[in-house]
């Protein structure tokens, strides 16, 4: 019980979309390797190194609980749990905070992972709360450095193979404290195209590859296991410096047409919004503009505009997308040329990596190069001010998604996912 | 310029001219053979993209109808598929534009530029082209910029929508025109875009005002371009209007590289002026040869000519040859000799003459006193028996003797001019030679009763001497003021001038008297010629006998009723003569 619990909590972003009665007509079988293709090149899973890359950077948190743990996990509500330590209290000066580490909790290569007294001390005045969160993010997942350097964790599945931004295997860990998981292993190709990761769906060479947003609807109606998640990416433009003035930066925002490219390019999958984080993560998206007010646009520019445009020419979601703005921002004055040189702004692709909004907002600002959110402020003042300081335009929130072999089960919690051997392909 | 190198400069200048005309004359026949081959191209060019394009038009107007009769377009019409649906439709029909909008043009799906979908379709052509069965020409707008194509505009649905698709007026279809090696085909598509068959024309402004030319007049132009500072980049166009409902929708281009004609006309000059210089050269060297043969016995005449001039009667040119000129030498040999044969006979008529004239005028002279001879001998025989006979015999001899001193005057004056001495040369002051002529005869000119002669000197103020023979000039100078004195018996003035003369000295003597006429100022210096009633006619003479031992000239002028004025040239020097000084003398 208690490890469904703990897994359910680390999960808590997923919604799934099998079929539960087929789930549930079918008992759990140990076994097999399940293998996934993805767009991103995931250089390391260490949690102390932050890609640069947005997508490798979601890859990245989405991958790394599978191999690194937390002293502690947020649940749906983002209330903190306990997981590699059992509790927690603090000294008797209340100028440190003391974690009991889980008993019986074996590292990847077998010996017993036993902190120092069998706690973690933590030097910390602030309030529980605020380190609670902090040690929940993935930049605090326990990694314990082997004798050949390399990085030994506690997830339930292990490192056997890893080709940096190429490929990986990642093995069940037999002596996980919560139970071994179904999966023998789980096989990742990095770096695939959408196109490739379909072709090779189609001829059965994978179980599980990534779908475009916009696509999510035509493989479900043609009987292909779909599995959409809540957003968990913003779609943005990125301003490059202050070299773009706030009129013009605002009037781009307003000339946008958000809702179109919603229903017609997105086909109504993900969200309009003016806020970098999801409706469903904080709940006050609304509170950020994002209508389209073409005769403002239109006002705030004294003369035509001309900037640089970048985007991902083979990102077959961002590239429609960009085009669209380019015919929007047209109309208000501003012409969007893609050229070489300084790239003025840049349509991105920015990941949700956490279910707090703090510990998201955090990966977001290392990305977009600002500082870091104060823990003590509200989310909703800290993504204003990241918004403010970094000149980010949020357009949309995409939900990701996953084409799946009809034997994949209990997708995209890693660890309870089995293959139905007896299910057709 | 010699006769010699006058016929070299002709012989060249014919050969460099007519190797120029017909150099000139090639050049402008192949530049009108090319002009003509260029034209016929041009126009057969022209030709070819105008069926290109009608059957490219069939074409785009066959697949527009089949993309509308598909069932993808269909689906687009009614809004079930996605909004970049058309692009998959495009590829299928072979088209380079579609879009399929609804009536109200407002873009459904477009293949060319999906972003476009919900704007208002804004293609720059008339209204009326989406409801034309006709294809059209059409600047489609693109992510790019925008693009000429040929468009076809078909209803889908029965009207519910509408398929505009279409193709590119690209370099593939000037590509595809085939045209003639050294042609090729461009494409000015409005606003500014020219295209060859290659893609994008560059320095296209070049043509600029040529297509200028085409949009004001819409009419065709030509012209020629020079791309680089090589003349042979020039290439030669002839810009075509393409025109649709009155409008200019774009111009073609024919242009031919004049790199082929130019190459072709600097081969013929060059060819030109190595065959006119290898015909001067050759001219010259058979000018030379051919006027050598020409002119040397002409050059052989004129020297002959040269010598008969200066008296050499017996000059003669050797006959060379039976031409005209051999006939002209033959015929220069017999005037000289003819020529020497008179002035043996004019030589001896003259000394006839002289001689004539001689015995003449000694009969003359000596018939004078032997009258009185006579008279008085007679006289004498008569007074014999009279009682006067003394008184008589003395006035008899005394006759007598003045008349025998008459007659030995008259021999003394013969045989002073037969006796002319050679001069005897020293450095006179011919100044000095006038001054005391003309006091010598001071007397002469006061004694004339009545009539006064006025002496007039007019002497250069230069140096004046000169090498000659004192007494001599002194003589000839005292008969000139003698003969001046006797043309003036009623008076006058006799004028006296020395003046410093090329290379010597020269003295005129004027009198103001009656003056003389020709023949008599062609006979002057003739002996024994006067026009006096009592002269012996050797003063003049024996004047020009000293002159001419001098090394010297006299001339006479005269015109009747202005006097007569003789002018003699001495020389400075005397150069083979022996110059006697006073002392030595």
């Known amino acids: ?425 | 310029m010699t006769f010699r190198t006058k016929l070299l400069f002709i012989s060249s200048f014919t050969v460099a001219g007519a190797v120029a005309l017909v150099t000139g004359a090639v050049s402008i026949s192949t530049r009108r053979a090319f002009d003509t081959i260029d034209r016929e191209r041009r126009e057969a060019l022209l030709t070819q993209f105008r069926d290109e394009l009608a059957a490219r038009s069939v074409e785009v107007a066959r697949r527009v109808e089949l993309a509308a009769a598909s069932p993808g377009v269909q689906q687009i019409a009614a809004g079930a598929a996605e909004y970049d649906r058309a692009q998959t439709e495009a590829v299928t029909a072979d088209l380079d534009f579609l879009d399929v909008v609804e009536p109200n043009l407002t873009i459904i799906s477009s293949a060319h530029w999906p972003a476009r979908f919900g704007y208002q379709n804004d293609w720059q052509i008339a209204p009326d082209d989406w409801h034309t069965s006709d294809v059209f020409l059409a600047r489609i707008p693109t992510p790019e910029g925008s693009a000429m194509a040929l468009m076809a505009v078909r209803p889908v649905a029965g009207g519910k929508a509408l398929v505009a698709g279409g193709r590119r007026l690209s370099p593939e279809l000037l590509k595809s025109l085939g045209v003639a090696p050294g042609m090729r085909a461009l494409l000015w598509l409005p606003p500014g875009e020219v295209i060859d068959a290659e893609g994008s024309v560059r320095d296209a402004q070049k043509l600029a005002p040529l297509i200028q030319d085409v949009r004001s007049t819409n009419a065709e132009a030509t012209g020629s371009v020079q791309w680089t500072s090589d003349r042979r980049s020039s290439e030669a166009f002839l810009a075509l209007p393409i025109t649709r409902a009155g409008t200019l929708a774009g111009v073609l281009l024919a242009g031919t590289s004049l790199s082929t004609q130019l190459g072709l006309e600097r081969s013929i000059l060059r060819t030109g002026v190595v065959v006119g210089a290898s015909g001067i050269v050759i001219g010259v060297l058979l000018g030379w040869w051919t006027t050598e043969r020409i002119t040397r016995p002409v050059e052989r005449l004129a020297a002959g000519a040269r010598a008969v001039a200066g008296g050499d009667l017996s000059a003669r040119v050797e006959v060379l040859s039976r031409d005209e000129i051999g006939e002209l030498a033959q015929a220069f040999n017999r005037m000289t000799e003819q020529l020497l044969e008179q002035r043996e006979r004019a030589i001896q008529a003259e000394r006839v003459a002289a001689w004539r004239e001689l015995a003449r005028r000694l009969a003359h002279e000596l018939k004078n006193p032997l009258f009185p001879l006579q008279i008085t001998i007679e006289n004498l025989q008569r007074a014999r028996e009279s009682s006067e006979f003394d008184e008589v015999f003395r006035e008899s001899t005394a006759t007598l003797l003045a008349e025998l001193g008459n007659l030995k005057t008259i021999i003394g004056r013969f045989s002073d001019f037969a006796k002319m001495p050679a001069p005897q040369f020293e450095t006179v002051d011919i100044n000095e030679i006038v001054r005391g002529v003309m006091k010598l005869n001071d007397a002469r000119l006061k004694a004339e009763g009545g009539a006064t002669v006025q002496p007039r000197l007019e002497l250069t103020s230069g140096s004046t001497q000169i090498q000659a023979d004192p007494d001599q000039l002194r003589r000839a100078l005292g008969n000139l003021v003698l003969n001046a004195l006797d043309a003036m018996p009623d008076g006058g003035t006799l004028l006296v001038r020395t003046a410093l003369h090329d290379g010597g000295v020269r003295l005129e003597i004027s009198d103001s008297g009656q003056g003389l006429t020709e023949e008599e100022c062609q006979r002057l210096f003739t002996p024994y010629y006067t026009t006096k009633q009592h002269g012996t006619g050797l003063g003049l003479a024996i004047v020009q006998s000293v002159v001419s031992d001098h090394r010297g000239k006299i001339s006479v002028a005269s015109a009747s009723g202005r006097g007569t004025t003789f002018t003699i040239d001495l020389p400075w020097t005397q150069a083979d003569s022996l110059v006697v000084t006073g002392e030595s003398a």
Request: glycine share 8%; charged share 20%.
């Open chain 1, 1 to 425: 019980m208690r490890r469904t619990a703990l897994r359910s909590i680390a999960a808590a972003n997923a919604v799934l979309a099998l079929a539960a009665g087929l789930e549930a007509a079918r008992r759990p079988r140990y076994g097999g390797e399940l293998r996934v293709e993805m767009r991103a090149a995931v250089a390391s899973l260490d949690p102390a190194v932050v890609p640069d890359d947005p997508a490798a950077l979601g890859a990245q948190r989405q991958w790394m609980p599978l191999v690194f743990e937390t002293l502690v996990s947020l649940d749906n509500h983002g209330r903190p749990q306990p997981w590699l330590a059992t509790s927690w209290t603090h000294d008797a000066a209340r100028k440190a905070w003391i974690f009991q580490a889980r008993k019986n909790v074996k590292l990847h290569d077998g010996s017993i992972w036993s902190p120092p007294g069998g706690s973690i001390m933590v030097p910390d005045d602030r309030p529980i709360e605020q380190i609670l969160r902090e040690l929940a993010g993935a930049r605090s997942a326990v990694t314990v450095k082997a004798e050949d350097g390399s990085l030994l964790g506690t997830g339930p599945f292990r490192i056997a193979r890893w080709e940096a931004g190429k490929a990986a295997t990642l093995v069940a860990h037999d002596q996980y404290w919560g139970g071994r998981p179904f999966l023998d292993s789980i096989s990742v190709q990095m770096g695939r195209s959408l196109a490739d990761q379909a072709s090779d769906f189609q001829i059965g060479k994978v179980e599980a590859v990534e779908i475009a947003a916009r696509d999510l609807r035509a493989p479900k109606q043609r009987g292909t296991t779909i599995a959409s998640m809540q957003p968990l990416e913003t779609v943005a433009l990125q301003f490059d410096g202050g070299r773009v003035p706030a009129p013009v930066r605002q009037a781009l925002s307003l000339s946008i047409d958000r809702t179109a490219i919603l229903n017609v390019l997105l086909q109504k999958q993900g969200e309009t919004s003016g806020a970098l984080l999801p409706r469903w993560l904080t709940g006050y998206s609304f509170l950020f503009p994002s209508e389209r007010d073409l005769a403002k646009a239109k006002q705030l520019l004294p003369a035509p505009q001309s900037l640089t445009f970048g985007y991902d020419r083979q990102d077959p979601v961002i590239r429609p997308i960009a085009e669209r703005i380019a015919v929007n921002a047209s109309e208000a004055g501003i012409t969007l040329r893609q050229g070489a040189g300084a790239i003025d702004v840049r349509l991105v692709r920015l990941p949700i990596t956490a279910t707090d909004a703090w510990l998201a907002l955090q990966d977001l600002t290392a990305l977009l190069k600002v500082a870091p959110p104060s823990p003590a402020a509200n989310s909703y003042e800290s993504e204003k001010a990241l918004i403010d300081s970094s000149g980010v335009i949020p357009l949309f929130h995409l939900p990701r998604g996953w084409m799946l072999s009809s034997r994949v089960r209990n997708w995209p919690r890693f660890d309870e996912v089995w293959l139905d051997v007896g299910a057709a392909q």
